[in-house]
């Protein structure tokens, strides 16, 4: 799931290097935009809906709160 | 609050839009972001073009403009209009208000009632309330209900918040009683709290413009704006739409005594792409009954955009056929309302160009 989960990052932000930030807002690396669609490209790879409720900020903020939020959404390893 | 109504329909849809469209593409150098940043972003919020004015058109052009239309083509007759209500936020001026413009060029007469309302993204619903409560008057026969923006103007062309999505228009909706009519099921909500969500902060009376307030600034996001422009707290306004809008429309089904199924089209307003597929998600319905197409093809024109919805997706098909719609507009206030009620034959159902 975290190679996944960096690969999609990566393919947002291709200029930053998320395995090495452990919090992607406060560092700048995302920003509500990047969210949207890391959200999307979520939903696609894992073929679920990441619910509206759970699109805040600290659900994305590194790869162990991406993770919960995907678990939590439905995904599977 | 929860509303019923019996014995009412709305018989004609026409909407009225600038033939003016500009495209995101040609728009992407303005923003402080990078071309592929933007260009993903396109995609997923659904981004492409829309119609806005120019040559300082406003809300009352548009509206004249297609009421001659209908009494062009014989679909309305001024002497059987009772009531004229414009709902918008972009009065011609403060004062006098716009309604009384429209009907001054349009030489009705005097004897009807003519108001502003002064609401936006649920303003389609909200006007229709009003309508419907209107009609409950036995004297009164026929509202003519319009709703126009022309927020273009007011929005920064380098802000990719607003910018992309904002699109100008106007609709002319015919409501009036119907002896057979089936019941009209609504719910309005509103929480003032939330009234910065979504402002223009200086140009009224609170805040007049000068050059300072003209001078456009950088926010923390990278988007540059002045406090003349429209301002949207953009994580704001989609958490309170996901928070509030699938309770709302579940209460309304069950008022109604409907299941999610039973609707037709859920025509809703329309924000962008993924705000409306996350909420068809979250309420359980597929993304062919709630249509999201209204933002890449003309821009999000407020309180104008539920009905470009019906006329762009449905047109002549109502027309001939019965569909039993639910539609919900939220936004500015902050202010949530929606309505279950079925369109059938209608007289016209129309979008056009303002030329």
Known sequence: MEKIILHLLSEIRP??????SSNFIAEGLLDSFDIVQLVTALDEAYNISIDGLDILPENFSNLEAIKATLIKNGATT | MNLKFRNKKISGI?????????????????????KSQSMKLKLVMGYDKRRIVIGGTTASDLCVYGMNYLFDQNLLHKDEIDVLILVTQ??????????????????????????DINQGCSG???????????????????????????????VSKRDRNSNPIIGDGASITIVENDASGKAIFSAVK???????????PAGGFRTPSTSETAEPREDDAGNFRA????????????????REVPPMIEGLLLKADLDKEDIDYYMFHQPNRFMLRKLADKIGVPYEKMPNNIVENFGNSSGV??????????????LKDSFLICMAGFGTGLNWASLVMNLEKLQFCELINYK
């Not at chain 2, 839009?17 to 972001?33: G, Q, S, T």
């Open chain 1, 15 to 20: 200029e930053f290097d998320f395995s090495e």
């Open chain 2, 14 to 34: 026409l909407t009225v839009l600038p033939e003016n469209e500009v495209k995101f593409d040609d728009e992407i150098d303005n923003y402080n972001f990078s």
């Open chain 2, 90 to 115: 972009s009065p011609d001026y403060f004062m006098p208000p716009t309604s009384h413009v429209i009907h001054g060029q349009l030489d009705l007469k005097q004897d009807m009632i003519c108001m």
């Open chain 2, 124 to 154: 389609y619903v909200v006007g229709l309330n009003q309508a419907f409560m209107l009609l409950e008057h036995e004297e009164i026969n026929k509202v003519v209900l319009l709703n126009a923006d022309v927020l273009s103007p007011k």
């Open chain 2, 190 to 200: 509103v929480d003032g709290k939330g009234s910065e969500a979504l402002i223009i």
């Open chain 2, 227 to 242: 406090l003349d422009h429209l301002k949207m707290k953009g994580d704001d306004v989609f958490n309170f739409v996901q």
């Open chain 2, 305 to 318: 955009s539920i009905p470009t919805t019906i006329t762009y997706n449905l047109g002549d098909k109502l």
